[in-house]
């Protein structure tokens, strides 16, 4: 798809926003008008209007509106304004692009991936009421019916959660940067454990710096409150049984988890989850596990690059339910290379007879540092991506199961959204709190990011994504701890 427009500086938002509706398309940019086959797009202070060129004619015109036009023309913050004009950018969009193509646009011009976020500000900071709401997600941001019940229902449920915290508190993220592979739909950081295995050691000594620190700045979780701990990765269980022990009996020794409100692990692949390991978790107090089969179709497993069975998945997992972990999540990623919807039902067939008591269902985003990415892999229609997720909802609903928290991402499956459901009081407090970053997250371990709030808003703190930095360069690490509790206590 070609496109045009007179005012350079939009560009980057609408090649993100067209992407909605030309998924399977390259966006390529013109430095002259379209005159063949393409889209022109010309940004005035007097009418912004844009063109749909096929075949040498233009077929079809949209136009601003003249109120929303003049009330642009009067914002004098140049930064405000260039925002309100890339949303009416979108919506000329939205309205040219639904007559042209078969996509729906169920999300309007939402782009971003916290669209609950809206909604908890809309509720929390300016009181709206639900019709209230109803009304500015459909009229501003062009959102469908169906979505804005799915907003309200998840951000009620976000807003119970999140006026039970208490000020100044700190969710901390502890991450384990290692895998026994790197699935091929995967960009985060990661090393594969056997290349790695002897820097393994050197890593969580340098971690063992960091948690021994936060231990003193918070008195043991007393004097600044640790609402939450999650070990994410990579896969945490991926190391040897010794080194999660040495791991999580430090967290005990270093903090008082009589005062933690959620204790999870992300124990992830089910070839890297064994009994010892989940006995060490749990002697240690870890009240939250997940086990993410991602699919249950073998032939998926093997080709997104995973190493286990179907029927380990299953073992694995009873193994976690006897083990009695308060709550034991799944994660499900639809629009998986070559998978049907027949196959999408087999999965979730397969997880209801497991019955966890939480589910994250995610809908594939192929990302730039991933293989997919490299092989060039099609991307979901929005048709077949909102059939596989009545799929999900049917099956959640069924194990009695509510959504919680969600979030979306570039490049996403039919353009849909990642969606946490869970059984009554099983939400994850440390999901809801990454996605609406209304409280401090301390992140620690390489590619960790810390999120600070104070006076002058949110504010990040990265660590080094890369291994060998991040344990040769560890006095900077601690520079950044210090940082975070400089900033923190503004707060």
Known sequence: MKIYVNEQKFQEQIKTYLKVFYSNQAIDFSLSKITDNGINIFVDNNNTFIEYVEKAEINKIVKSN???????????????RTKQQNRQIKRLLYFLCREVTEVKAKWGILTGIRPSKIVV???EKENKTKEQIKEILKKEYLVADDKINLLLKISTKEK?????????????YIGIPFCPSKCNYCSFT??????????????????????????????????????SIYIGGGTPTSIQAKELKLLTDTIRNCFDLSLIKEYTVEAGRPDTITKEKLKILKDNLVSRISVNPQTMNQKTLDIIGRKHTTEQIKSVFQEVKEQGFDVVNMDVILGLPGESIQDVKH????IEKMN????????????????LNSQASEVLSEKLAEEMMEVAISSAERMNMEPYYMYRQKNIAGNLENIGYCKAKTECIYNIEIIEETSNILAIGAGGVSKVLNYEGLQRIENFKNL????????????????FFEKRNSY
């Open 347 to 350: 999965t979730f067939a397969e």
């Open 356 to 371: 966890p008591d939480n589910l994250t269902v995610h809908a594939l985003a192929i990302k730039r540092g991933s293989v």
């Open 160 to 172: 119970r959660v999140l006026s039970s915290r208490i000020k100044g508190e700190i969710n901390l």
């Open 468 to 483: 060998k930095d991040y344990i040769e360069r560890h006095d900077e690490i601690m520079e950044k701890r210090r940082e």
């Open 190 to 227: 990661s090393y594969p454990i056997n290349l790695y295995k002897n820097q393994v050691c050197m890593y969580l000594e340098k971690l063992i710096k960091e948690l021994e620190y936060i231990a003193m700045m918070t008195n043991r979780g007393r004097t600044i409150p640790i609402r």
């Open 121 to 123: 500000q809309l509720m």
């Open 66 to 80: 003249y109120n929303e036009q003049d009330s642009i023309n009067k914002i004098k913050d140049l930064k405000e």
